[in-house]
């Protein structure tokens, strides 16, 4: 019985350097996550905040629901879009996705890259 108490006494890893070496994997795994996921993330939603700061009366926008229209007015949380003659229509100024023109090239990519002949 005490020649395995003496063997599973010699097996005890050494100090910290067994311990550091086993973090390392889980250290790579989040500057991988980091710098893929989290930081291209965190730009965009900066973009998009400047984006709806520097929103002004006339500009053509796209919401999220994907109505088409221009700003007649703004306040800080409300933004007043003109849809057609006479007809306007208040949403969350962060319900606003994209200026019309940017929704215009990105409608126009795909077809340019499908052009298939045949």
Do not use: C, W
């Not at 409300?78 to 090239?105: H, Q």
């Amino acid at each position: 019985m005490t020649g395995i108490a003496y063997a599973a006494a010699g097996a005890t890893p050494q100090g910290g350097v067994g311990s550091l070496a086993s973090f390392i994997p889980i250290i790579l795994i989040f500057v991988v996550f980091y710098f893929l996921l989290i930081r291209p993330q965190q730009k965009k939603a900066r973009q998009q905040q400047e984006f709806l700061h520097s929103l002004k009366k006339g500009q053509e926008v796209v919401t999220n629901g994907g109505i088409h229209g221009r700003i007649t007015g703004l306040t800080d949380t409300v933004v007043t879009l003109e849809i057609a003659d006479g007809i306007r229509v208040k949403v969350s100024r962060s319900a606003i996705m994209m200026s019309a023109v940017e929704a215009k090239k990105q409608a126009d990519a795909p077809a340019r890259n499908n052009t298939s002949g045949g």
